[in-house]
């Protein structure tokens, strides 16, 4: 299936009064690299929010607030209308956002002929379900979504993965698989007498499937705000960074301290480890002690029955004709000797004690113990001296840096708390700890999965469908198989194509993804510079994009940012390879060394969205002369 996008049409918009604009020439042929320059307050955040509510059909849940805030500015109008065309394969597809501002209502609506205008967000047959808000946001975004794929504390790289190779569509099957399930047990029903315990059962699995979809939910949540709040605490240590940089002395040994801590911390653990290792030898605890299992251990010395006197000796001697006495044994004398030798003890229960009174005799004190509490004891008092510095260090530094220095510090220990609040949370939804009594199916994905497993297995039993659940789970066993065997090979082949674009766009350093899991892991690298980050992540989405079967337009806003001239040049030699479409909504500082490399590709065109100065009316102007003109006026500035 291949998208490309005809034309947007805007009416009584913000500050569009009426508007359109075209990726078409003028003999109706898709136009391949579309670059569209937004002044300030033209419409272009606008436009980007217009098209993902239309596309994933969320335009439609927007509240009244949502909606009314899209209302004219420039005239009066009850009503407005975004509408995009756009074609899928051979057929043309026209959509309708319309905008009631006086009741805060959203309509989305389609025209696909031979069908006419219908009702909501109608796309082909074949990608039905597809258009979610995440897969949508894979190829209409800005360079902020480029990046994501390189945030360690996201899961972007897998997810978009999974959307754009369509493999979210295995759990479409599983879900298919359990309704299978379902509608046999409905089916055989269990019997007479079945249906109150049959009914019973599903209501409590619903409410255990209702906190798993809950604690799912909150799980993603927790995930997002650890995110959201490190990316926050960076910035403002960022921040705080550039106060500090003024008072190198003082960092220095905060730095200095900050070693110490982490030495410190480490010799803590490994005294705790050979304290604990030490303890399993009770007379190291105490000289006292020691006397006391000596002297125990002498008493039973004192006390031990021989060898010849244990039970096993008179068991034996019973059975024999004559005593040591050499006198005869008749039957009264061997019932007299089997009675008494329940009186003594048996050769087992003698070894475990012959031992035990070994190792008491053999105890032999020494102040290894006593000697590692001591040490231990100057560890935690070196820690409680090294906090104290650090707090005084830190104190020094706020004052250093004046009332900003010290709000930005309270906004870092406010995120910090955020931070270790979410995770905490998400320690408990995520624990697998079998011994914590405190976790419940309310509270814990694991064992609330446990749970359902089990109400499960109890439907299936009294529904007399096991043989059913059996190869339910063995399709569940082979899906799951499939999709680790598949996303394996998937991404040991998107690595491979993504490291050999890489290494085309960035030449002035050794940059290889190493592994994707859950984000791009580079090889011997924690990190790259911004510029970089940003072309790894054209590299990964061209590869992506190139191997997908289904060909989308690429819709982005601020492609290069701040990306050092040398890489636009190379990014902007990849886009045109690995994208069906691209419509990139530009700042006049990102023409040099990437729109300007396209100004003799005779597939590509200009446009430039301006607001008159007399009136505030919005046009649009095409051409490269008017486009980089306007950029000339306005390098430098953010538009």
Excluded at 124 to 137: M, Q
Excluded at 606 to 626: N, Q, W
């Amino acid at each position: 299936m291949k998208m490309s996008i005809l034309e947007f049409e805007y009416k009584n918009i913000r500050k569009i009064s009426s508007l359109k604009i075209s990726f078409q020439d003028n003999e109706g042929k898709i136009i391949k690299n579309n670059f569209v320059m937004m002044a300030n307050g033209t419409g272009k955040t606008t436009t980007m929010a217009l098209i993902k509510g239309l596309l994933d059909g969320s335009a439609a849940q927007w509240a009244p607030a949502e909606v009314k805030s899209y209302s004219p500015t420039l005239t009066s109008a009850d009503c407005g209308e975004f509408s995009m065309t756009v074609k899928f394969n051979d057929k043309n597809y026209k959509y309708f956002l319309s905008l009631d501002y006086v009741n805060g209502v959203a309509k989305i609506e389609t025209l696909s002929p031979p069908s006419g205008r219908d009702s909501g967000l109608r796309l082909p047959e074949s990608l039905k379900g597809i258009f979610t808000s995440e897969f949508v946001s894979r190829f209409v975004f800005d360079g902020e979504q480029a990046k994501k794929s390189m945030d360690r504390d996201s899961n972007e790289a897998d997810e978009t993965i999974r959307y754009l190779y369509r493999l979210d569509e295995l759990d479409t099957i599983l879900a298919m698989n359990n309704n299978i399930l379902q509608e046999i047990q409905n089916a055989e029903g269990g019997g007479k007498g079945t249906h109150g315990s049959l009914s019973n059962l599903r209501s409590r699995r619903k409410k255990i499937q209702d906190s798993i979809t809950l604690l799912e939910k909150k799980q993603k949540e927790h995930n997002a705000n650890i995110s959201s709040f490190e990316k926050e605490k960076a910035e403002k240590e960022k921040q705080r960074q550039e106060f500090d940089k003024n008072y190198e002395a003082l960092n220095k040994e905060k730095n200095d301290i900050i070693k110490e801590q982490e030495k410190n911390r480490g010799n803590i653990d490994v005294k705790v480890a050979e304290i604990i290792s030490l303890a399993k030898t009770p007379y190291l605890i105490s000289e006292a002690l020691c006397e006391r299992m000596y002297e125990l251990g002498a008493t039973m010395k004192k006390l031990k029955l021989p060898k010849s006197s244990s039970k096993d000796f008179f068991t034996e001697l019973a059975h024999a004709e004559k005593c040591v006495c050499d006198r005869c044994i008749g039957d009264a004398e061997r019932a007299a000797i089997l009675k008494n030798a329940d009186k003594y003890l048996g050769s087992d229960h003698q070894a475990v004690l012959n031992n035990i009174k070994s190792v008491l005799t053999d105890s032999s004190y020494d102040d290894r113990l006593v000697v590692a509490f001591d040490e231990l004891r100057y560890l935690q008092e070196e820690k409680t001296r090294l906090n104290a510095r650090f707090a005084d260090i830190e104190d020094k530094l706020i004052k250093a840096g004046g009332p900003q220095v010290e709000q930005l510090q309270n906004e870092i220990e406010t995120l910090i708390s955020k931070i270790s609040e979410a995770k905490a949370l998400l320690k408990i939804i995520e624990s697998k700890d079998e011994n914590d009594e405190t976790l419940t199916e309310e509270n814990n994905l694991h064992k609330a999965r446990i749970a359902d497993k089990e109400y499960e297995i109890k439907i299936a039993s009294t529904t007399k469908t096991n043989a059913a659940l059996h190869k339910k789970n063995i399709v569940q066993g082979l899906i799951d198989e499939i999709k680790v065997q598949a996303t394996h090979a998937l991404k040991q082949e998107i690595i491979k194509k993504t490291n050999e674009k890489i290494a085309r766009v960035i030449t002035d350093d050794y940059i290889e993804i190493e592994n994707i899991d859950g984000y791009i892991k580079l090889k011997n690298k924690d990190g790259a510079s911004e510029g970089q980050t940003l072309s790894i992540g054209y590299c990964f989405l061209g590869t992506l994009f190139e191997s997908a079967e289904l060909e989308f337009p690429f819709v982005i806003d601020s492609p290069t940012g701040k990306m050092d001239f040398d890489k636009r040049q190379a990014v902007a030699e990849i886009i045109p390879v690995v994208f069906n479409q691209m419509i990139a909504f530009v700042q006049s500082a990102e023409v040099e060394r990437f729109a300007d490399r396209f100004y003799d590709n005779a597939d590509s065109q200009y446009l430039t969205v301006v607001a008159s100065k007399e009136t505030g009316e919005i046009t649009v102007h095409k051409g490269i002369e008017f486009f980089d003109s306007y950029q000339r006026q306005h390098k430098g500035d953010e538009i």
